[in-house]
């Protein structure tokens, strides 16, 4: 029995009349908000009548409306299982072009990023990081790539950041224990959402830090907690996250550093550039270009 909403929508998508067509589509896009309104709300917001729901609701297999939002909000909170992301990739993508289906779906996470991060919380988060006297990152499991790499950056720049990856409640608390409120925490989790990245942005928030919170929906435990939210979209129904949309977002909150401290930066920049070019940490293209052409010389006189 398939027990899983989009798998059954996928799956009898082209049974539904016009109506029930645009119930699910608006289902399967913003399910984080058809979850919480009722039959009536959501039929007004997608054209059809209350009744219409009500039966899609049935159509699908649910005994009524209230199990089919059960069924949604359930999604939100624990969003997909592994074997459930399996099952829905399967069933979405068959037997097309997995390459082009992929890279379309990532296209519209960042279009729709653009449309629902608030821009004034952007504003906000950005001299919130610029300002602090320390600046906590704190990713674990799949999200510690995007904290490594905001860490990284922003190391560059500034000498007053610290990286969290543990999944430790003991090492997290050991490199928080100092967090004031003059520092900022920057906590990023998406579905499936760590309950350490929760704690975490508590025990800042009860410190007095500022909280920025990087994640996808308004209705994420993170919000909670949080001074500014910026919303990515990652919900892609796969075995695996994707990571492109908050990859994106991390970019603009970069470079927006940069131009706040434009000068400042430079300057760092300018001496990191002597730095690496009198250790030669780059390679010079015009150098193994050279060397290139020493060697197919050397070989063509033997």
Known sequence: MITHLLT??????????????RIASYIEEHYDKAAFMTASKLGETVGVSESTVVRFATEIGYDGYPKLQKAMQEMIRDKLTSVQR?????????????????????IDKIRRTLDETDHEDFKKAVKSIVNAKTIYIFGVRSTASLAQFLGYYLQLMFDNVRIITTTSH????????????DDVLIGISFPRYSNMAVDAMRFARDRGADVIAITDSMISPLVANADQVLLARSDMASIVDSLVAPLSLINALI????????????????????????????????????????????????
């Open 8 to 21: 059954r929508i996928d799956l009898q998508m082209n049974t539904f009349s016009k109506g029930q067509k």
């Open 86 to 106: 399996i099952e829905v990739t399967s069933t979405r993508i068959g037997e097309d072009d997995v390459l082009t289906s992929i890279l379309n779906q990532d």
């Open 170 to 181: 003991n090492q997290t608390y050991e490199q928080m224990f100092r967090i004031s409120k």
């Open 255 to 302: 470079v927006a550093a940069v131009l706040e401290r434009k000068d400042e930066v430079s300057e760092t920049f300018r001496q990191l550039e002597e730095v690496w070019n009198s250790q030669e940490i780059y390679a010079n293209r015009s150098d193994v270009i050279k060397k290139d052409l020493e060697v197919a010389v050397s070989e063509n006189e033997e």
